[in-house]
């Protein structure tokens, strides 16, 4: 049963896979969307990682009673999980309607992208080593400036890809990354603000410039870029050692350097593997509710109940993901250690007679209106970059923790919003598009990535 259960979820990854290039070649859903980042997600943390796990008979921290009717009931929730949500994103109901409201278009010079940039990363020093320590309010800038720093090293990679030659942009688009990297990294266990940064640069490269890129060079663009944010985290999992909510940037680096070969290894197969995320999920389905009551939309209220800090409300929601060490009896961790419990195991332990339609239909809901809005606006880099600062969140949430990753994708676009709304009047102007513009969103823009500037500036609607 155990073989039967690896080949449906080998063809079930096949399909989303299939799925994400048809919708890409008929022009319907871009090849670098929140859906598709969600898809990954599920790729990477579910039915990847559960492949995985069961051909090696490998999973992890947790102990499996029966593999192959737990695996076999964890591939049919992911299938119906997934039917439910392509059906939601494809009807999308209202939201295509709100999405796709007459939008004010804006653009900016370069130079006022990159001014609104710098801009961005003050506010997100400030709402980071400033307002941070401030207790109560400090939890939420903290997650505020996350955002901050993602829209500026989205700003800064939009300027990049209009002028990828001009040294000058280049120099300063790289500085800027390197900058909110290393502000996100002082004083911080996860890695998923960082990842946002990187993820955001490259989401405004993809819509400034790469979109109208042939298909071989986006492949490469995507290898080169994708192999270096892989070798980060790869380091940055490698090195954790339980210290690092007191770790500088500084530190960080150094402690790069100690990184062994087997922990090189070690961390590059746990990322592979989606850090065991679908066998965490199997043990839920296992545990639920034969030895561990359901807790009736957990998700949904740990989500609800963010902004109300621990320290005001001491009984709130804990995250999944840290209760199940102790209930999986996982030891010799550090305290601040969680494991991800995977979308499915979320969906159980949170009553799946509930919640598997239910969140598939909200997330379907809420990816339709990022993607049908970013699609609407497509050249204005004031929403197209906020919309892509959460990105990483995305990416996390079919490994869980579900609520809190929601939550941080809201107060991440948000910031980021807040942040050009304060500044961005001061450079931008109006584009007024007619509605023929709006319908065909630059799609006769298929120039090769070689070409040069002026036919690419032609190409996307702007100046050379």
Request: glycine content about 10%.
């Amino acid at each position: 049963m155990v073989y039967l259960t690896v080949v449906l979820l080998l063809i079930l990854s096949g399909l989303i896979v299939a799925i994400m290039i048809r919708d890409s070649l008929r022009g319907e859903v871009e090849i670098f969307s929140a859906r598709n980042t969600f898809l990954f997600g599920i790729l990477l943390f579910q039915s990847v990682s559960a492949s995985i796990s069961l051909l090696a008979e490998d999973y992890g921290q947790v102990y499996l009673q029966s593999v192959g009717l737990t695996s076999l009931i964890f591939t049919g929730l992911l299938t119906l999980f997934l039917i439910i949500f392509f059906f939601t994103y494809a009807k999308g109901p209202w939201v295509v309607r709100w999405a796709n409201r007459t939008p004010t278009e804006h653009d900016a010079t370069e130079g006022g992208l990159l001014l609104c940039a710098f801009a961005a990363v003050g506010a997100g020093l400030i709402f980071r080593f400033v307002i941070g320590p401030i207790p109560i309010i400090g939890v939420l800038t903290q997650q505020f400036a996350a955002g901050s720093f993602a829209v500026a090293c989205g700003l800064a990679g939009w300027a990049w890809g209009r002028r990828p030659a001009n040294f000058a942009i280049v120099a300063t688009a790289i500085i800027l990354l390197v900058f909110c990297i290393a502000s996100l990294l002082a004083y911080t266990f996860g890695r998923r603000e960082v990842l946002g940064v990187l993820i955001t640069f490259v989401w405004a490269l993809f819509y400034a410039r790469w979109r109208f890129s042939g298909a071989s060079l986006l492949v490469a663009r995507t290898v080169v870029f994708g192999s270096i944010g892989f070798a980060f985290l790869v380091f940055f999992t490698a090195s954790r050692r339980g210290d690092e909510t007191q770790r500088t940037a500084t530190e960080y680096l150094v402690a790069f350097t100690q990184v062994t070969g087997p922990e090189i290894v070690e961390s590059a197969f746990a990322l592979t593997n989606g850090q065991q995320a679908g066998s965490n999920s199997m043990w839920l389905i296992e545990t639920h509710p034969k030895d561990f009551p359901y807790d009736t939309l957990h998700s949904l209220g740990y989500y609800l109940t963010q902004p109300v800090p621990r320290a005001i409300w001491e009984s709130k929601y804990e995250p999944l993901g840290r209760t199940m060490v102790a209930d999986a009896r996982i030891t010799r961790v550090a305290e601040e250690y969680s494991v991800g419990p995977g979308i499915v195991g979320h969906v159980v332990n949170d009553n799946p007679w509930i919640t598997l339609p239910l969140y598939a239909v909200l997330l379907g809901l809420a990816l339709r209106y990022l993607d049908e809005r970013v699609r609407r606006c497509v050249d204005d880099p004031f929403v197209v970059v906020p919309l892509g600062a959460g990105l990483a969140q995305i990416l996390g949430m079919p490994r869980g923790e579900l609520g809190l990753f929601a939550f941080q994708l809201t107060t991440a676009i948000i910031g980021g919003w807040a942040v050009l709304r304060m500044v961005g009047p001061l450079v931008w102007w109006r584009v007024d598009r007619t509605e023929d513009d709006l319908e065909d969103d630059g799609s006769d823009a298929d120039t090769d990535a070689d070409a040069d500037d002026a036919s690419f500036a032609n190409a996307n609607g702007r100046r050379p």
